[in-house]
């Protein structure tokens, strides 16, 4: 009878507080979901016809200049925080948080579990000394287009070897075979 007594309100407690949040967490994720949609598929057309009409040496404009504009107008339309972040970074201010790190390599995990790598994402409601956050991490798997600029580092074009080591002296970013995760696309919005 005793534990009755503490357990039920113990668990009310809980389901007040967790229901609001679970609620707000999957219409954010629902949101963060067509964001990226939105923003990849953007960024992916674009890619694409810049390495069309002047090869990958010319298309790292698109990755540099590009990438960051698109992630910031899709930021300033939906209030979300849009950042790229890899463990092996290119651009030095792409190094993952210690969320972006556990979020890739639980994604990795999964992956080795049997998904498939285009549609894996997680969020998660996070306490900061702010308040709650949201963070939605989407795994951006290698294709066979990326192993122009993140493949095996002796395949890499000349002219692409060139622009990286003159543009980003210290990337770590080269390697990946297709298939492996080359980085997360990561948003975060306070709630
Ligand atoms: C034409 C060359 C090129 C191609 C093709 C390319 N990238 Fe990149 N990628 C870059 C450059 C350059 C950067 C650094 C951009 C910057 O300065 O922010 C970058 C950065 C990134 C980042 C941000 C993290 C980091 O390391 O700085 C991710 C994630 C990424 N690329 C994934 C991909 C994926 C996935 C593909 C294939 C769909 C791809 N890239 C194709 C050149 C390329």
């Known amino acids: 009878m005793k534990k009755f007594a503490l357990a039920l309100p113990l668990l009310l407690l809980a389901g007040c507080a967790a229901t609001p949040n679970a609620e707000k967490q999957a219409a954010l994720t629902d949101s963060a979901r067509q964001t990226a949609a939105g923003l990849l598929q953007t960024l992916g057309g ?44 290119r ?12 979020a890739q390599a639980s994604l990795e995990a999964r992956m080795a579990a049997g998904e498939k790598p285009e549609t894996l994402d997680m969020s998660a409601v996070v306490d ?29 074009s000349p002219e692409v070897q060139a622009k990286l080591a003159t543009e980003y002296p210290n990337d770590k970013a080269v390697g990946y075979s297709t298939g492996m995760i080359r980085g997360v696309l990561s948003m975060k919005k306070a709630m």
């Open 91 to 102: 651009n030095p201010k792409a190094v993952p948080d210690a969320w972006e790190t556990a």
């Open 128 to 156: 900061t000394p702010e308040g709650k956050l949201f963070r939605y991490a989407k795994a951006l798997p290698t294709q066979a287009v990326c192993l122009n600029c993140h493949g095996d580092p002796d395949k890499l």
């Open 46 to 89: 674009e890619l694409k016809a810049a390495m069309a009409a002047g090869g990958p040496a010319a298309a790292i404009g698109v990755c540099k200049e590009r990438a960051p504009k698109i992630a910031a107008e899709a930021a300033q339309k939906t209030g979300f925080s849009i950042k790229r972040a890899s463990p092996k970074n």
